[in-house]
């Protein structure tokens, strides 16, 4: 059985399988309509739970309709429907899902949450994020940009602004997938060691460079991501603005950057803060191919922890 938890914890072969499937699964929808099923129906006849302790609207939809391109069906649960963690434990919620559906993708807070689901669990558990990581949106990413640019081997990547959950899993992916990071942000908000740690033992390239216009020297991609998170107080949201502003990504940050560099944010996007809508909404751009791509991508990833 095939969970998807993490890309550090995932096989190199199977993830680059995992991309290209992606890649030719998107291809052969070109034209359809949108709920059009795939000539494949790989999951049909199974059940698939989507639990969400956290909102979403990407993760929540990308999976939903991509269940069911599949032949499979979907079962929407919110944490408020559930007893998890609270008037169960997280190992009999898994054990009676388990009874019930063919796959688990949960969305929540604590990763310890996601382990002991997967640890109890009798059928597959996909990690949709958590606090650490969000491994279904770097996945995205790469497709993203191989599709715009070719392989990401051995190219520049720029982390401009919080080394938070998804710059975590940006670092998986590089060591996984061969290129090099550059992070780019005060010092509180550094991405924790263990993650940069993985992407050098694996032959890495990572950096962190305080001096943002010296980072994006000659980036091939320059992302970022929110600065503030919807659960921070007023007074933790202004101080973290105070000491991120000097990492936002505007033009004139981009154009520090290689001509053909990239731009991608994983939505939603606090316009004018981490980035200006002149490079979100311009030629570097590539947000909206991004949060598509979570759909291909994630379709792949279910493929693969089921075998089919």
Known sequence: MNHFLDIHKTDEAA???MIDQAGAMKKARLGRPKAAPD???PLAGRMVALIFEKPSTRTRVSFDVGVRQMGGETMVLSGKDMQLGHG???????RVLSRYVDMIMIRTFDETILTEMAEY????????LTDRTHPCQIMADVLTYEEHRGPIKGKKVVWAG???NVCASFLHAAGQFGFDLTFTGP???DPEEEFMGFARQKGSKVVVERDPFKAVEGADLVVADTWVSMHDSQSAKERRHNLLRPYQVNAELMSHAKPDAL???CLPAHREEEATSEVMDGPHSVIFDEAENRLHAQKAIMRWCLGV
Not at 88 to 94: K, L, R, V
Not at 121 to 128: L, T, Y
């Open 88 to 94: 169960e434990t997280i190992a009999d919620t898994a």
């Open 121 to 128: 669990a009798d059928v597959p558990v996909i990690n949709g």
């Open 162 to 164: 919080d080394g938070n």
């Open 263 to 265: 731009f991608m944010h």
């Open 187 to 189: 010092a509180q908000f």
């Open 39 to 41: 000539d494949e129906q």
């Open 15 to 17: 993830l680059r399988s």
